[in-house]
């Protein structure tokens, strides 16, 4: 259920002043006045559905740890710290620097916009917004701006510190909750079983949901095991609070694991994926029937790298397209679902008719045979550096 109350009307003791009443009924009146805006303050939140059955379930044996805070995420590029968040230890930029202008709201959506809807796979739309590195007041415009583009896929995380903004933008939208498809992330130093259980409902409460459509382990470091930390995805998912379970920054070996404990199947495993860093044994791994795990690839164009690289910028041209597009559309063709950030109209725009790119066989073979390779989320206590 989305957020969202009528709001009280807190004028109402001056309208009844104004109204001819003396100064003895606004004594009166006031306290009622009173009474009601703390009522309704009170009352906006409630824990109801998921959230009431996740309280239990969590361990009585002492009090977990505290959720994870913005102040532990580490700054861009710092590889040498243990990743709190899949962004927050490279700076998912993309190409959006921090002083880009917001997305303001759309009043109209051109025909252009309105023509490209996104495919999906699974019951996930292969096309999504991500939100790493946005301020609420950015995050709110830029998520209710995508929505109004069309963009259903909504990707979060408890450490990206605007799960509340997310929330806020998507009670604004006009599309039902059940159109939408919200992802969120729990971060490495919750990740035990009775971590996972408490900070999955506090992310659903940020969120103002009974329940997120994917909920992934965001770095297999920190209090992560396979089994304990799956058994409690599991749970969630058999008490509704999580409709799939998704893992992030998984080698194809720690994937493999993950896939044979789980209770409950692994539904994707969102990694950094872009034509300067294919994946190609991921991608292998993946799409074998035991496995059938979803690629989602986050940084998508490179932060922005893509556009310097020559084969993306001469298929662009043919196609009367820009590399970026070049490049996301590659990843649809791939079967890989994309969520590129972006906080300004223009970038969100952009991205989405990437959607209206139609690469061919010789397209797609020429971006499959860049050599160059570049990993721009590498901190050193990552899997694949052990």
Known sequence: ???????????????????GSG???????LPFGIAFAVGFLLGRRSDGGALSKLKSLASSEGEAGE?????DETAADSATEQPSSMGSVTGEEEREAETETEAEPIEEIDDEVAAV??????????????????DDDACVESVRTAIEMGYRHIDTAEGYDNEDAVGDAIAESDVDREDLFVATKISPENLDYDHVLMNAEESLDRLGLDYVDMLYVH??????????????????????AIRKIGVSNFTVELLEEAVEVAEEPIFANQVEMHPLLQQTELQQFCAQDEVDVELVAYSPIARGDVDDVD???????????????VGLAWLREKGVTAIP?????????ENWLSLAVELDDEDVERIDAIEDEERIVDPASAPWNA
């Open 117 to 134: 809807t996104s495919p999906t796979k699974r019951g996930m739309p292969m096309f999504g917004l991500g939100t790493y590195k946005m």
């Open 67 to 71: 959720s994870n805070e913005a102040g």
């Open 23 to 29: 100064g003895g009924f606004l004594a009166r009146a």
């Open 311 to 325: 084969e993306l910028r001469e298929i662009a041209e043919k196609h009367d397209a820009t590399p970026a597009q």
């Open 1 to 19: 259920m989305l957020r969202g109350a009528t709001q009280a009307d807190d004028r109402q003791a001056d309208q009844q002043t104004q109204s």
């Open 341 to 349: 950030k972006a906080s300004s109209r223009d970038h969100l725009r």
């Open 219 to 240: 770095w297999p470091t920190g209090e992560y095991e396979a089994t304990d930390t799956l058994d409690a995805f599991a749970e969630l998912r058999r008490e509704g």
